[in-house]
């Protein structure tokens, strides 16, 4: 089925001027964050920008590495490809690239604002890489009312707004939608005005703390917020906002691909509602939030980091390395018992959790294998090869006989 990809190669030939920028444009820009525009893109926000199509023509003759944790290389290259061959996106300008990582203030965070040909501005932001420091701080956002990165793109936000004229629209996927959507929800009035809209693409929600706040009860719907048919990353913590749910032909949560979700014109395909799986995993996960206090939440995640970490290991890749794997086993051996202990009880809720919605999990899976078996034998049955000769003689039926008598 047609992607971004094919989006950008069909579409490419309209400009923004003629077909105003929707939901799949801010997709394709949203993932363009996750290039590394190190060294072309000054962090100073500049209204002449650099072109995007000499960016991208740099990216693809010096190699090409991307900090999105999918594996999409081939899929990059194609997309770049398009994108600079494109009156659509290729006429955009590029600015404000920022590229931050502080494993001390346990904060990874970047941004880059790309300058539409009509005077606005859209500022993407990228989301989790594949550094442990990325992760934990996706896993400080169940407690922290604020982590780093959120107040970065707060930050971003307004010093965009200082800077460039015209209206605003913020989006990014993963991580970078929750923080998109984060400094929509937080920026000032008066910057507040200008952003027409806020895309997250399958970017966790926040937790308890932040939708308590008065900012967040005031929330209006220019979020949107996509998910995959089976998201798994996006229904993490407390969303206000409706999902917009887009059928991807990935499976389980190889489904957070942007290249896996489908479109159909200009438009994606979407679907009335998540698969099971996704609605369960959302209650096992949430259940067992619930039942965790936020000191609790710190405890456990703090614990759990400062394991992987006596690894020495900065990637997640590298945890599986033999020696960081016996690294990680003498940590646990020498945690103290109180910490053993919260992450022991954490993890034994967890499974409680877990074992609630076993019982429908099941019973949805199973339908799902028999629907499947019964497809395939459909689909055998049509395969066969119809026969030229004439059949055998075989016994008859018992409305055959009762005709012939």
């Known amino acids: 089925m047609p992607n971004i990809i094919d989006y950008v190669q069909w579409r490419g030939d309209l400009t923004l001027k003629q077909v105003p920028l929707g939901a799949v444009d801010a997709l394709v820009l949203s993932y363009l964050s996750y290039m590394p525009f190190d060294g072309l893109v000054s962090e100073a926000f500049d209204e002449a920008g650099v072109p995007l199509s000499d960016v991208v023509a ?16 081939k899929d990059d290259c194609l997309l770049l490809e398009a994108v600079r061959d494109s009156a659509r996106f290729g006429t955009m300008r590029l600015t404000g690239y920022v590229n931050r990582f502080n494993e001390a203030a346990e904060e990874q965070f970047s941004a880059t604002t ?3 040909p ?13 550094t442990v420091v990325g992760w934990k701080e996706d896993f400080n956002m169940s407690f922290a009312a604020e982590v780093p990165a959120q107040g970065a793109a707060l930050d971003y936000v307004t010093r965009a707004a200082g800077v460039l004229d015209g209206p605003l629209v913020l989006g990014g996927h993963s991580k970078g939608g929750n923080l998109a959507a984060y400094a929509g929800i937080f920026a000032p009035r008066t910057v507040q005005e200008r952003i027409q809209c806020v895309y997250n693409f399958d970017g966790p929600g926040f937790n308890e703390a932040v939708l308590a706040t008065e900012q967040f009860q005031s929330i209006d719907m220019r979020i949107h917020t996509f998910v995959p048919q089976t998201s798994v990353v996006g229904i993490l913590l407390w ?3 409706p999902f917009i749910v887009v059928k991807s032909d990935g499976v389980g949560v190889l489904q957070h691909n942007p290249y896996s979700w489908q479109v159909m014109g200009g438009r994606f395909i979407t679907v009335s509602e998540r698969t ?3 609605r369960l995993a959302e209650e096992t996960l949430k259940n067992w939030l619930s039942s965790l206090s936020t000191q609790e939440r710190k405890r456990v995640i703090d614990g759990v980091y400062a394991v992987l970490s006596a690894s020495g290991g900065r990637n997640v890749a590298d945890l599986f390395e033999a020696r ?18 919260v992450i022991v009880e954490a993890f034994r809720r967890l499974g409680n959790s877990f074992r609630e919605s076993l019982p429908e999990w099941v019973e949805s899976t ?6 499947l078996i019964g ?8 395969s066969l090869p119809e026969r030229t000769e004439e059949p055998e003689e075989t016994e008859k039926t018992a409305d055959e006989r009762q005709e012939n008598v």
């Open 375 to 382: 497809q395939r034998g459909a689909d055998r049955v049509q």
């Open 276 to 278: 099971r799986e996704s």
């Open 366 to 371: 199973a339908g799902q294998l028999r629907l």
């Open 58 to 73: 740099h990216l693809l003759e010096n190699g090409l590495s991307s900090a999105c944790m999918m594996d999409s290389g």
């Open 239 to 241: 969303h206000a906002e």
């Open 114 to 116: 790309f300058l539409l």
């Open 118 to 130: 009509d005077g606005g501005a859209f500022l993407a932001f990228r989301g989790t890489d594949s």
């Open 324 to 341: 960081n794997v016996r690294a990680i086993l003498k940590a646990v051996g020498s945690m103290d018992e109180e910490t053993r202990d």
